[in-house]
């Protein structure tokens, strides 16, 4: 089938566009552009230069996309100190906020931080992190219960248009397996290099929304 036909048939509500991928010169068009398509989530990438080799844009420019009020949002914090900035987060807009696993320090706090704020709480682990110790983790925190999604990186964070790291794969299907057989309720949401391709075996693995950059603004 070609790419054309087949970008025609996905259901757009599991797309959540990255805005750091759009061109801020035609921010608005962007949006639009998204709002035509039928998404009904924006993904706002949020990075400080340590937790990750990149800086994206803050809380301002945040603000004034979350003003188009059209959209949900979900925030992805790939930031080393979070305890700062989950507060500026904390939009009636912003469905969701996700943190990453790998800082390590403070996520019960954290998680807390962001269900206190009655938006949803998020996490996220990098390529290499396994699944299997992400949920040892949430098991012993007694923190299974409260998370409402676990982002899966289907790239190494801090950079829009890479490739999908193919290995990710099985550790989504375990995702989904894992939620079907302890009856969790967790969104498995995967981020990372997804196109009009290979989008449909992601979907199949048990992903509820994909993260789209590059792929979805070129
Ligand atoms: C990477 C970000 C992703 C990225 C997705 O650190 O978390 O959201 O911008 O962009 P693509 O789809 O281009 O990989
Ligand atoms: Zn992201």
Redesign the pocket.
């Known amino acids: 089938m070609l790419e054309k036909e087949k970008s025609k048939e996905i259901d757009f509500s599991k797309i959540c566009p990255?805005i750091?991928?759009a061109n801020f010169l035609n921010l608005k068009e962007s949006l639009n552009y998204a709002k035509y398509k039928g998404v009904k989530l924006i993904?706002l990438?949020i990075m400080d230069g340590h937790f990750?080799p990149n800086i994206s844009f803050g809380p301002k420019i945040c603000e004034d996309i979350l003003s188009y009020n059209y959209f949900n949002f979900d925030a992805?914090l790939?930031i080393e100190n979070p305890e700062k900035f989950i507060p500026k987060f904390m939009n009636p807009s912003i469905s969701y906020i996700t943190i990453h696993y790998e800082i390590k320090k403070n996520i019960v706090e954290l998680i807390n931080q962001i269900k206190l704020s009655k938006v949803k709480a998020g996490i996220s682990i990098k390529p290499k992190t396994s699944f299997e110790e992400l949920i040892n983790f949430l098991k012993e925190s007694d923190l299974l219960h409260k998370i409402d999604l676990i982002l899966i990186m289907s790239?190494e964070?801090?950079?829009?248009?890479?490739k999908f790291i193919d290995e990710v794969m099985p550790k989504i299907k375990k995702a989904y397996d894992f939620k079907i057989k302890n009856n969790l309720n967790y969104i498995i949401q995967v981020?990372?290099?997804?196109n009009f391709n290979n989008c449909y075996q992601i979907l199949d693995n048990g992903a509820d929304l994909l993260?789209?950059?590059?792929?979805f603004f070129k």
């Open positions: 990255s750091f991928a993904h990438d990750v992805h790939m790239v964070p801090g950079f829009s248009g890479q981020d990372g290099g997804i993260v789209m950059g590059a792929n």
